[in-house]
């Protein structure tokens, strides 16, 4: 169903808020759990559309979930099937995993997806893996893309790391019959905690170098008990929110050893705030005093593409030209256009894609200080519309916001968290 929200700008927020697990780490943690007959418990799970579809997901495979609060149980000694229809697969970005995780387990998976779906680009991206690690194609099977074979002991090599791919290789290679060696990982945090994950379930691996592991494989794994840490992205989000309202927000459940490499940015800006443990306090008196700076988009601990829009909407608060400077292949900016029609001043500069002659974003440069007005926005997809939000609570005025119910595939109770820190949001559908 469609919901229709106002947004109030011009509203400082402030107050407390608790971030919920990440929805990434939960999903790794959830995958993992198909790698063994033991029972599994997730603690911290975050109750999104993402993370739901994942769960309905397994349950069709014929696994066992119960669900309480945030804590899941998860039992998969009894998979019934290994082909997921397309209406499940299309739920959750995370079932392209299931590939790997169904491979060790079953050496067969089937996946309902048509060529136009987001979840076909990923099976294209990660069909590399496959062929390396079982010299097996892909392939279409009325409307079903199969992969089948046992694991070779092959190593693996990603041309592109990011987080799903390297979850894949890893998924893919604990089940070999001799040791593997996985090069090019992201070195992430969230695949870094993955990595402990399959460590505590009884995978024998070493880090040869950063990006390189080593995992003696093919032994039985044991069920884990597994907490789930704070969000990084909602993390940023919120202290990106208390900064361009001139709030004042404390954040718990922070993961502070993730969060520290952002703040050493915000401490370049010139924002105040205080980290004491898992709590975080940002607040934003005199935004004259902010100082200009240049952002560069990359990988972790950089400032990473998912908060590349959300920087824009903070750099706009900083009373003087300033840069945002991308790199690599982004093409996902579409809410540059609409923040520009809410009033936001850039100047973009464009390199063409070497494939098709796009031309994306490689320099943007911000004259901050412009008003914000508000609009009439329908939201397209998850990331784009947290930085349309992020515009309208730091607006003159208000914003209709449309389609909203996209935002449920990020964070928890999103809108519930901004009415509780002060923010006027209303459903009006």
């Known amino acids: 169903m469609a919901i229709t929200y106002i947004i109030e700008g011009g509203n400082k927020l402030h ?4 971030v919920g697990g990440s929805q990434q780490k939960a999903a790794f943690s ?42 899941v149980t998860v039992q998969s000694n009894a998979i019934t099937t290994t082909a997921l229809p397309a209406n499940l697969v299309e739920k959750t970005p995370y079932s392209i995993l299931l590939i790997g995780a ?43 893309y199969v992969v089948h074979g046992e694991m070779a002991g092959t190593d693996i090599v990603l041309e592109y790391p990011s987080p799903l791919s390297s979850m894949q290789a890893l998924f893919v290679a604990v089940s070999a019959k001799k040791p593997v060696t996985v ?16 460590r505590n379930m009884g995978v024998l691996m070493e880090e040869r170098k950063p990006g390189e592991l080593f995992i003696d494989a093919g032994n039985p794994l044991n069920g884990i008990e597994i907490t789930v840490t704070g969000d990084i992205n909602e993390t940023v989000f919120w202290s990106i929110v208390s900064i361009v309202t001139k709030g004042d927000i404390s954040i718990h459940g922070v993961s502070s050893q993730e969060i520290t490499p952002f ?3 915000l401490t370049a800006i010139g924002i105040q705030f205080k980290l004491e443990g898992e709590s975080l306090s940002i607040w934003c008196e005199d935004i004259k ?5 240049i952002v560069e988009i990359k990988p972790f601990p950089g400032v990473i593409p998912e908060w590349a829009g959300w920087m824009l909407v903070l750099l706009n608060r900083i009373a003087a030209s300033t840069s945002l400077i991308q790199t690599g292949r982004l093409d996902t900016m579409n809410y540059v256009a609409v923040l520009k029609e809410l009033g936001l001043e850039v100047a973009i500069e464009t390199f063409e894609e070497t494939k098709g002659g796009v031309a994306y974003p490689s320099k ?26 992020l515009a309208a609570l730091s607006a003159q005025q208000d914003t209709t916001l449309q389609s909203t119910e996209v935002l449920d595939n990020g964070f928890e109770n999103l809108f519930e968290k901004i009415s509780a820190l002060h923010g006027n949001v209303r459903a009006i559908s």
Request: hydrophobic letters at 40%; charged letters at 20%.
């Open 364 to 389: 943007i440069e911000v004259f901050g200080g412009s008003r914000l007005i508000g609009g009439n926005v329908s939201i397209e997809n998850l990331w784009d519309g947290l930085v349309i939000l």
């Open 102 to 144: 169904l491979l060790s387990r079953t050496q067969r998976v089937s996946l309902g997806m048509t060529n136009y779906s987001y979840q076909f680009d990923n099976l294209l991206f990660h069909q590399s893996i496959f062929q390396q690690a079982l010299k097996s194609e892909v392939k279409n099977e009325d409307g079903y």
């Open 263 to 265: 703040l050493s940015k």
């Open 289 to 293: 005093e902010l100082k200009p700076v």
């Open 183 to 198: 090069k090019g990982l992201s070195v992430n945090p969230d695949v870094e905690y993955a990595k402990d994950i399959l």
């Open 15 to 18: 107050g407390e808020v608790t």
């Open 30 to 71: 959830i995958i993992s759990s198909l790698l063994t007959e033991e029972k599994v418990v997730i603690h911290n799970v975050p109750q999104t559309i993402w993370v739901d579809g994942l769960l309905e997901c397994l349950q069709f495979l014929g696994v066992i979930i119960d669900r309480k609060g945030s804590s």
